[in-house]
């Protein structure tokens, strides 16, 4: 993540520490979604058929893409 649509903030005192530790959450949600679904996988699991509401996201997505795609041709 980055700063730049604010460059005043990186003249801010610990500014820097503040948005990594922002950050480092992020992605941590992010791996523990890709983590979740790889359980599942591994255990057997069609992941886009019985979404948990950590998957919940992806299936919107997909949804939403294929609508699109649909509306396109």
Known sequence: MSLDFAP???HVTFMQYLWRHFAEQVLNEDLRLVLGQQERMISGAFIWNCPVSYDKLGVR???WRETIEQGSK
């Open 8 to 10: 005043i903030l990186k």
């Open 61 to 63: 997505y997909r949804l």
